[in-house]
């Protein structure tokens, strides 16, 4: 399994929108949906193939959080989850590293 930084904008925003659609019964607020769909944009966002995603919001040097992330529900509990969690944790660090040096 490989997990990849999303570069085009317009593909976070269609994988998130995919992905959270299938689950209904967590994102039934279809504008709280569509602010995620829009908001993902502009975060760093990883995917693994269009299975699952993870967007970070970086408040400050040294403070995130997972803004929002899901993975198709018939690939719950294969590690994908683990592994976006792991790439972001990775990249933050990496981040964090080069700004407070």
Known sequence: MS???????AAWSRL??????????????EEATAAYIREVAVLPTF???EDGF????????RAAEVYVMGVRPER???GLGTALLEAARRTFETMTSSICR
């Open 3 to 9: 997990v990849v930084a999303v570069d085009d904008r």
């Open 76 to 78: 719950h509990r294969a």
């Open 54 to 61: 993870l967007s970070l919001r970086v408040h400050q040097p």
């Open 16 to 29: 998130c929108g995919s992905i959270l659609r299938a689950h209904p019964e967590r994102f039934e607020i």
């Open 47 to 49: 995917a693994v193939d």
